[in-house]
């Protein structure tokens, strides 16, 4: 009796920590959280650096995870597309221990051309993807305009981005 009480009152406290989550998570059509992140350079990136057109947020774990690599390689192969659909791409790194080093190292192996920065632990931009896979596309004026959810092994690619971004 007192283990099916103790089950109970555990699965409650799951339920309750479940629907605090989800009612934080972020939806399409509010206003975008700011941020200010670790940039590869001098300058902190932040979200309002890219106010004159839409901005791609993709969020990755770090050099190691094959799936954010395959994730970065097919978008940057569409990033000239997307840039004139009228968007920039910013990758979030949020396990890259490594650090501004281990930046350099992504870029220098993929070629990637687009902006990184860093966000260790989800810190500051914890309401975006919190399970770290989706990417939000933002408009110019600040607001969510897409959601792409994503899994661990299946990440938005360039195709779909273009499409939400058409």
């Known amino acids: 009796m007192l283990i099916k009480a103790m089950l109970s009152i555990c699965l409650a406290m799951v339920g309750l920590t479940t629907s605090v989550v989800m009612a934080e998570e972020l939806k399409v059509g509010e206003k975008a959280p700011a941020f200010t992140l670790e940039g590869e350079g001098a300058e902190p990136v932040k ?35 997307i840039q004139k659909a009228g968007a920039e791409v910013l990758v979030v790194w949020r396990e890259e221990s490594s650090g501004v080093e281990g930046l350099k190292k992504i870029r220098e192996k993929t070629k990637a051309k687009m902006p990184f920065a860093l966000d260790l632990g989800a810190k500051k931009t914890g309401q975006y993807s919190p399970e770290g896979f989706d990417t939000y596309i933002v408009d110019e004026q600040g607001k969510i305009i897409a959601i792409i ?12 981005i273009l499409k939400k971004l058409r």
């Not at 990755?60 to 395959?70: E, L």
């Not at 390689?73 to 000239?80: F, G, H, P, S, V």
């Not at 959810?149 to 195709?159: L, Q, Y």
């Open 149 to 160: 959810e994503g899994t661990k092994p299946d990440r938005a690619m360039g195709e779909e």
């Open 47 to 81: 979200l309002a650096d890219f106010q004159e057109k839409k901005l791609v947020i993709s969020f990755n774990r770090a050099n190691w995870c094959p799936f954010c690599m395959k994730q970065l390689a097919d978008i940057q192969k569409n990033y000239e597309a």
